[in-house]
Each structure stands twice: as structure tokens, then as C-alpha cells.
């Protein structure tokens, strides 16, 4: 039995068999952690050096590029032609340093061809001295918090710009036609007149150009301009919240799933311009908007109103336009198919051959409106007002004009008049 008791473990044994593999054990994970931590300095340190070294490169390029626009402007001047090998040579030489330097230094590049007066022009049908085509200014921030950059006839067509932030910059007047901006934020931009901001006054022509250029998924927040030409672009899922523009052309353009809400815009072209999917939710249009042609199919566009504007041939398929209001408006041939206009007011509009089939007018006022040879198939108009309205040669029934609240001054299809 004292033999057995002898033979049994005890505590102190086990407590020492343990440490005898915990030591090893945790001499084992420190190195790991020392060594982890050593690479993890090292790394550091490398990864510093390197970023030091590729800056050190970054500013080699740019002085390089500084030696070569400075011998092509000693011998050529600043106004060197635009074909000319001066230019083909500016040109070429931009791009190569453009790949090879970060956002801040293209933005550096940028200032220095503008401050030379190297990407400017005179009058909009002048090209600049040096073109950007397929210039890559990729993430380019001309923002500065506090301060309103002012840029006059600033050139960059067919420039890559993509994320490039133009936040409350002042373009007096550029060409951005070709232009690639996915993304790009031109939120609070303006193109006042020069004067209005420098106190003098400088070139007239303050056109903003962006024909054909590709603005997808692009921010135009409370911008304000003044002429401004968007013909051809591409403006899919573009956010242009208080958007206001005044003589501005949309023609042909591609604007689907679009933010507009509150949008102001006067005496512009919308010709032709595909809205699918968009919201115009309290804007306002006109005086004077050509939507020729235009296609609005599935539009949220409750509680906009309209004056003076053109809907020859316009496509309203399933869109809603509940609470809408349009004074001397034109709807000449326009496709109403399964749209929505409750309680819409009309004033003086001209619906001569549209379509409305299927479409909803309930609890909608027109007051002198004309209806000739309008087709009503299916469409509703329980308590819809119609004051001193034409009907004449107008597709409705006798039961959807019992379905009105009011005919009051009238004429119906038949030529006969409600008192």
C-alpha cells in the first residue's frame, strides 16, 4: 500500500510535466510574434520606401514633362498650331506623363497646361493648342474646400475623367464633348458671367459643351447654368437633384433612371431624348421646352408642371403624372398608353390625335382644351372636369362622359355644346 501511495503522481509532478512542454510551447509562439512582428516592421518600412521612391519617380516625370513643354514653348511659342508637330509632340508626351502620376499631380498638370494657356480656347469652334484625347485624369479633385475655383474656356475634350471632382468650381464656358466622366461630381458648379464674378468683364461666351460625352452615374447637385448643350451624351442614372438650366440642349440624349427631382429648366431642347425610368418629381419646365419625340416611359413625374412646351409624338407609356400641372401645352400625336394624371389641371393644352388608351384621368380639370380625333379607349375619367373643352371627332364613349363631374361650356363629338 506505501509502495502504491509512492508510485502515484502528485500534484507538483504534473504542474512540472506540464511546464516542461509549456516553455517550449510558448519559446516557440514569442519567436512566431517576434519574427511576425519584425516582417510587420519591414513591410512597413519597405512599403514607405517604395512609396518614397515611386513619389521621387512621380516628380522625375513631372519635371521631365516640365523640360519638354518648356523647349516646345521656347521654340514654337504658347499659340503653337493645333496639327503642328509641336502639338503632336505636347500631345504625346501628356499622356505618356498622365499614366505615370497620381490624381494630385495630374491635377498639378492640369494647372500647368491651363496657366499656359495650352488647353484654352478663344472662340467654341477653336481647338486648343494641345489636345487631351484620351487623356487619362482619372480622379482628378479641382474641388478646394472654401474657395470657388473660376476656369475660363477651359478645353478638355475626349479627356479621361473619370471620378474627377468638380464640386463648386466656376466654368466660364468649356468643352467637355467626348469626355469619359463616369461619376464624375459637378455638384454646385456655375458658368456665371466672367464679370459677375471677377468684377470685369472678359470673353461673352459662356457655353458649357458636353456633346457625346459619356456621364453615367454622374453628380450634377444645385448646379446653375446658363446654355449649356448635353446633345448625344450619356446621362444614365445620373443624379441632377435642383438641377436648374436655362437655353440648355438635350437633343438626342440618353437620360433613363435619372434623378431630377426639382429640377428647374427654361427654354431648352429635350427633343428626342430617352427619360425611361427617371424621376421629375416637382420640377419644373418652361417656359418653352421641346420634348419632341421623347420618350417617358414609366416617369415619376407627379407634381410637375409644364408651361408653353412641346409634346409632338411624345411617349407617356405607364408613367405617372398625378398632380401635374401644364398651361399651353402641345400633345399633338403623343402616346398616353396606361398612364396616370389624377388629378392633373390643364390649361389650354391641345391633345389633337393623341393617345390616351387605358390611360387614368380621374378627378383631372381641363380648362379649354382641345380633344379633336383624341382616342379614349378605356380610358377613366370618374370626376374629371372638363371647362369650355373641344371633343369634336374625339374616340369616347357616352358612358365615360357620364363619368365626368363637369362638360360645363363643352362641345361634345357630336358638335353639340353643354350649357
Known sequence: MQADRKSKPTCFDWIQLL????????????????????????????????????????DTVLREYKKTLSRLVEKYGLFFNYSSTA?????????????????ARRKFLLSLLY????????????????????????????????INPVYVHLNVEGAIMIRADFRNVTLHGAKFNKAVLHYADFSFTNNVKFYDVLGFNGSND???????????????????????????ALLRNADMKSFACVSCNFSLSFVERTNL???????????????SDSNLYRSRFGKNIDFHSTILFRVNGT????????????AFGSAIFD????????????NFLEASIQYGVFTRANFTQANLFASDWRNVRCEKCIFH?????????LNAVFIDSDFQGAFITTEQLRQTASLKGSILPNGTLVN
Open 261 to 275: 427631382i426639382n429640377a428647374v429648366i427654361e427654354d431648352s431642347l429635350m427633343d428626342f431624348v430617352d427619360l
Open 303 to 314: 407634381y410637375t408642371s409644364f408651361t408653353h412646351c412641346q409634346f409632338t409624338s411624345t
Open 373 to 381: 380625333q383624341t382616342n379614349f379607349t378605356d380610358a377613366n375619367l
Open 87 to 103: 502639338s503632336l509632340i505636347a500631345r504625346s508626351s501628356t499622356t505618356v506623363a498622365l499614366n505615370q502620376i497620381d490624381p
Open 323 to 334: 398632380y401635374t400641372k401644364m398651361e399651353d401645352c402641345t400633345f399633338f400625336n403623343a
Open 19 to 58: 511546464l516542461t512542454f509549456c516553455v517550449p510551447v510558448a519559446i516557440v509562439v514569442y519567436t512566431i510574434l517576434e519574427n511576425n512582428r519584425d516582417l510587420a516592421i519591414s513591410t512597413q518600412h519597405r512599403n514607405q520606401d517604395l512609396s518614397i521612391a515611386d513619389g521621387q519617380q512621380q
Open 115 to 146: 496657366d499656359a494657356k495650352l488647353i484654352t480656347y478663344d472662340l467654341p469652334t477653336d481647338p486648343s493648342a494641345i489636345s487631351l484625347d484620351y487623356a487619362n485624369f482619372t480622379d482628378i479633385c479641382l474641388f478646394i474646400k472654401f
Open 206 to 232: 459662356i457655353t458649357l459643351f458636353f456633346r457625346n460625352s459619356d456621364l453615367t452615374s454622374a453628380k450634377f447637385l444645385h448646379v446653375k447654368y446658363e446654355h449649356a448643350t448635353f446633345e448625344q
